[in-house]
């Protein structure tokens, strides 16, 4: 199967059954629901055979493919994964049919089109693929800015309160990141010998002070992307406004490109550079870490408090990401899945919660696991692997970012570990607030507040706290696939790791 296409079929599939979820009658909104639902999960039986196919500990690169496009700028359809790539592939391919699953009813409280809602989440999931497959600079800027428009419309079209607003915001501040990227997009072909392909670029000898200004263009649409302080303010209005599966796919995998473009770009193809601009990027870690986990404490609003905590996780990730040890490395990258099933959980949860409720607001909810006790249960669960709690995997990914940075740089591991305290706070706090405590008599009165899960919301939950609990005691078979390929960035960027004694190897640590 290794010769097998992959990459461009898992990419393709998606978009072909978008189109014929698109076109099915407006009047049989269950049928485009069950397609869109079936086509996702055929994407994920594919994905779990290219899984298998990958061959830990063979070439960096797996499942490359090419095909001309553009001869004459050098532009070609390549596609190629490495550890890294892989497990977000998965990623995908796991949570995009629990999020069609979940968004049963949303477009249907619209009162806006249920194919073209469905539709929209499988082009979603193309263009997320493919930026996560691309191995053409020029092919992945294509899929990094296509990726916005199925986003926008989800949001500005399905959303919630303000929806047009922060449609807009998160449009236009994803937009000016891309335009850096253009940029720097260029001035990398004209000094890279008019070529896109990355293993090409990633052998050309570029001066310092033109790497720094292209490291930059690149640096600053992923720290956009991602979203890292201070270009975080996007976030916490997208995901308020944006269905509940829509946010969970946002926070879950669409920022991850960011985290994503800097491990396969901004460090092999500039790794003086990053190096250079290292210190910044840890400084914007720490304050992401301990500003972003302060603001969830004082939020009122269930989805711009689970957003604010996704900042504060990125925070750790890039920290992770410019500690270049191989420990922190890896730990950023096994932090980037462990993120989005958790928070992928807690989105989906805190969206079955609000649609019962009819409202975002904490001050609305109060004692509800005395009328839903199997979600209060599950939202505490989520809340729980959100704060990294020992036995979840989150617990694994932070320990890993915290130990490998300590080995090199103490400071900013201490202050690092502060936010776990925070994050105690903020969870504890919401889940107190929800679910804990007097009833309020209010929520007696609305019907939604007297069904717990059912079946199809069980089926939701249910595979991601099994991966969740899983991958908190035994991620070796996920950090096998990835060690390889962030060893082999760290190569790129000319950095070794101190001597094991003091952190221990990778293997080590994970166990």
């Excluded at 020029?138 to 990726?147: A, I, K, R």
């Excluded at 191989?326 to 993120?339: K, S």
Aim: net charge neutral; aromatic share 14%; with cysteine.
């Amino acid at each position: 199967m290794s010769n097998f296409p992959f990459l461009s079929v898992l990419t393709v599939a998606p978009l072909v059954g978008a189109l014929v979820v698109a076109f099915l009658p407006r009047h049989r909104p269950e049928l485009a629901k069950q397609v869109a639902f079936v086509w996702s999960l055929l994407v994920l039986v594919l994905s779990v055979v290219m899984w298998v196919s990958f061959k830990v500990g063979g070439d960096r690169f797996q499942f490359r493919e090419s095909y001309s496009w553009i001869p004459n700028w050098g532009v070609s359809f390549t596609f190629a994964a490495d550890g890294i790539a892989l497990v977000m592939l998965m990623l995908i391919a796991v949570l995009v049919p629990l999020v069609i699953l979940a968004s049963w009813h949303d477009a249907e409280s619209s009162k806006r089109s249920v194919p073209v809602y469905f539709a929209l989440l499988l082009v979603l999931e193309c263009t997320m693929i493919g930026v996560f497959a691309a191995a053409d600079v020029f092919l992945f800027y294509v899929f990094f800015e296509v990726m916005l428009v199925p986003m926008y419309f989800l949001i500005g079209s399905y959303g919630g309160h303000q929806r047009q607003y922060a449609a807009v915001k998160f449009f236009l501040y994803s937009l000016v990141g891309g335009l850096f990227m253009l940029a720097a997009v260029i001035g990398l072909w004209v000094v890279g010998g008019k070529t896109f392909d990355w293993q090409a670029l990633s052998q050309v000898d570029i001066s310092t002070g033109t790497e720094r200004w292209l490291f930059l263009g690149f640096f600053l649409a992923f720290a956009i992307k991602a979203p890292f302080f201070p270009f975080h303010t996007w976030l916490p209005d997208a995901g308020g406004a944006a269905p509940a599966g829509a946010a969970a796919l946002l926070v879950g995998v669409l920022d991850k490109v960011g985290t994503f473009g800097i491990l396969r770009y901004c460090l092999p193809l500039f790794p003086e550079a990053s190096k250079w601009f290292a210190p910044w990027a840890l400084a914007l870690g720490v304050i992401g870490i301990v500003y972003a986990a302060l603001l969830a404490v004082g939020q009122n609003d269930l989805k711009r408090l689970v957003s604010y905590t996704s900042i504060a996780h990125f925070g750790f990730i890039g920290v992770g990401i410019f500690a270049f040890t191989t420990q922190a490395g890896t730990g950023a990258v096994l932090y980037m899945l462990n993120h989005g099933l958790a928070t992928g959980l807690l989105f989906l949860v805190v969206g079955m919660l609000i649609s019962r409720r009819g409202s975002a607001l904490i001050s609305d909810f109060g004692g509800a696991g005395k009328l839903v006790p199997v979600l209060a249960g599950v939202l505490f669960f989520a809340g729980l692997a959100s704060l990294a709690l020992p036995g979840t995997a989150p617990f694994i990914s932070e320990f890993l970012v915290l130990i490998g940075t300590f080995t090199v740089n103490k400071p900013v591991a201490v202050i690092a570990t502060l936010g776990i305290i925070l994050a105690a706070a903020y969870v504890l706090w919401m889940v107190q607030r929800t679910t804990q405590g007097t009833l309020n008599p209010a929520l007696t009165e609305v019907d939604g507040m007297r069904r717990d899960l059912n079946l199809r919301e069980k089926v939701v939950v249910a595979p991601l706290i099994a991966l969740i609990v899983l991958l908190g005691f035994y991620p070796k078979p996920v950090t096998d696939v990835i060690n390889p390929a962030v060893q082999a960035t760290m190569d790129d960027i000319g950095r070794t790791d101190p001597a094991p004694s003091v952190g221990g190897t990778v293997q080590e640590a994970a166990k």
